[in-house]
Nanobody, 120 residues
Framework: QVQLVESGGGLVQAGGSLRLSCAAS????????VGWFRQAPGKERERVAT????????YYADSVKGRFTASRDNAKNTAWLQMNSLKPEDTAVYYC?????????????WGQGTQVTVSS
């Protein structure tokens, strides 16, 4: 079973930036797309970004398009989510997981996530 550890969250003012990291172990990382998810209090978890197994293709939810950028380094079994122009509504716990690029399959266990708090 794959293990995923998210890091890089914190408290930032609106308009600021954060870079989240996702370190994976236990499966062949390069065989899977990586999805970035977030869950705000009282809301369901939503996928905000996906990067293909090769890193060539990305997909973003409309709410983050143009502000967030997903990347990965398969040699390091690590993915990143660069978040710019952060807004208070981006406040949530952020998770990563191995996913199907199209569809809703999730292949790993959920980690602890990393808290992102954006103050106005």
């Amino acid at each position: 079973q794959v293990q995923l550890v998210e890091s890089g969250g914190g408290l930032v003012q609106a308009g600021g930036s954060l870079r989240l990291s996702c370190a994976a172990s236990g499966r062949t990382f390069s065989n899977y797309a990586v999805g970035w998810f977030r869950q705000a209090p009282g809301k369901e978890r939503e996928r905000v970004a996906t990067i293909s197994s090769s890193g060539v293709s990305t997909y973003y939810a409309d709410s983050v398009k143009g502000r967030f950028t997903a990347s990965r380094d398969n040699a390091k079994n690590t993915a990143w989510l660069q978040m710019n122009s952060l807004k208070p509504e981006d406040t949530a716990v952020y998770y990563c997981n191995l996913v199907s690029y199209i569809g809703h399959q999730v292949f790993g266990s959920w980690g602890q996530g990393t808290q992102v708090t954006v103050s106005s």
